[in-house]
């Protein structure tokens, strides 16, 4: 089963367009989303959740159509956090989390007790005085302590040292130890996605140029640094990305597009995804 | 079980994963009938993907060296003598595939090659 199946997405504002999105998430892994600010990621997440109106298209969220009745019930197993979390300003962790105790049937308060532990959280600041990391720390342990099935993050480790953002990330990397969890989240922290996911979605512009998996996408592409006359060899078709300069040119080739005669440099999703995004703009 | 994932190597994931178990298994670390980690277990421990841990664990199966119960897990198969022997012909036939398109440009006849692998067995015999 999907935790979540997109299709042919679309949304359009006055100045932005979200166009076409096509992809899905399948139970027991993590999907990230990728993409410059301003790219379609928080627009997608929105839709997700119904949030905002779509235009057009099919959202399916744990098999329940999101624009159904039967919906509502299915949020309970969805943990949420978004970019920016907002709790009433007077609130301490502890209010938090008695409120929470009575919004969601689920709520495991011993759970939620021990994650604003582990995050070393305040138990009795008021939310105003909270900084960003506290701020999504606190949402996120929200999010991961009512029993959710799937969680969607946007944004959710960006504002957060390098220490915590790994500590997160097992978290979540251990949240899908049980096949039944799936996660979507979108973060322009490249480097932390390409840790923890499962399948990449790369959002560009209000349209998705790729969703693979991300071995795939490593094994696939990869980077050469060539002299312009060795460039010339390179057949076009492998030719996914170029960056000129006076010493010389550097390539991104797909492998399979023919070029496995070439000592070819490992890659990062980083430069996949800065090399993509590059040639999207040139055509 | 140790595993060592190298992201700097040339080899993808799968393969790096496939080729350690694989060698365990014939090098009688592992022996028949013992259980691997589930590929879920194996893919969180390791930090890699899912997908990846499984489609190791699926050559593996391909290639005769586990079996999967389902809802159980996975096994060590019993150690095939006829897969590996199957395997080491391939290798045999390969390498005379190259003999054969070397041989022309030496001018070397079938008989040539027929007898300089005879002097070479008898070179062996001597030592």
């Not at chain 1, 919906?71 to 907002?86: H, N, W």
């Not at chain 1, 959002?203 to 790729?210: A, D, E, N, Y």
């Not at chain 1, 060539?226 to 390539?251: C, H, I, N």
């Amino acid at each position: 089963m999907n935790a979540i199946e997109i299709n042919s997405l679309c949304k359009s504002y006055k100045d932005f367009e979200l166009k076409d999105i096509t992809f899905s998430l399948p139970q027991g892994s993590i999907i990230g989303l990728v993409g410059e600010n301003g790219a379609g990621k928080s627009t997608t997440i929105k839709l997700i959740m119904d949030a905002i109106e779509r235009d057009s298209g099919t959202v399916t969220v744990l098999g329940t159509d999101n624009k159904s009745p039967q919906f509502k019930s299915v949020k309970e197993d969805i943990g949420v956090v978004l970019d920016e979390a907002y709790y009433p300003e007077v609130l301490t962790a502890k209010n938090v989390g008695a409120v929470m105790k009575n919004t969601y049937k689920n709520w495991n308060a011993e759970q939620y007790d021990a994650l604003i532990k582990l995050f070393n959280l305040p138990t009795d600041k008021q939310f105003k005085d909270f900084s960003r990391g506290m701020t999504m720390k606190l949402a996120i342990a929200v999010a991961l302590s009512h029993a959710p099935k799937l969680l969607i993050l946007d944004e959710a480790t960006s504002g957060l040292d390098p220490m915590i953002r790994d500590e997160i990330l097992d978290i979540f990397n251990d949240f899908t130890r049980d096949e039944t969890h799936s996660i979507l989240l979108s973060s322009h922290i490249v480097s932390d996605l390409e840790k923890i996911c499962d399948y990449i979605a790369f959002i560009h512009k209000g349209r998705l140029l790729f969703c693979e998996e991300k071995d795939v996408l490593l094994n696939e592409y990869a980077i050469l640094k060539l002299t312009k006359a060795e460039f010339e060899a390179v057949p076009q078709r492998a030719v996914k990305g170029v960056k000129k300069s006076d010493y010389g040119v550097e390539v991104l080739v797909q492998k399979s597009a023919g070029s496995k005669a070439f000592k070819a440099e490992h890659t990062t999703l980083e430069e996949i995804i800065l090399f993509l995004a590059k040639g999207d703009d040139a055509k | 079980m140790e595993i060592i994932i190298s992201n700097a190597s040339d080899k993808p994931i799968y393969e790096q994963i496939y080729t350690q178990i694989k060698n365990r298994i014939i090098s009688g670390e592992l022996n028949e009938g013992d259980a691997l980690p589930s590929i879920r277990a194996l893919a969180k421990d390791l930090r890699i993907s899912v997908i990846t841990t499984k489609r190791a664990y699926d050559e593996l199966e391909h290639d005769g060296f586990i079996y999967t119960v389902s809802a159980k897990g996975c096994y060590v198969a019993q150690k095939n003598t006829e897969i590996m022997r199957e395997g080491q012909l391939r290798q045999i036939e390969q390498h005379m595939r190259e003999i054969m398109s070397l041989a022309p440009a030496c001018r070397l006849s079938d008989e040539d090659i027929i007898e300089m692998l005879r002097i070479m067995q008898q070179e062996g015999n001597e030592r």
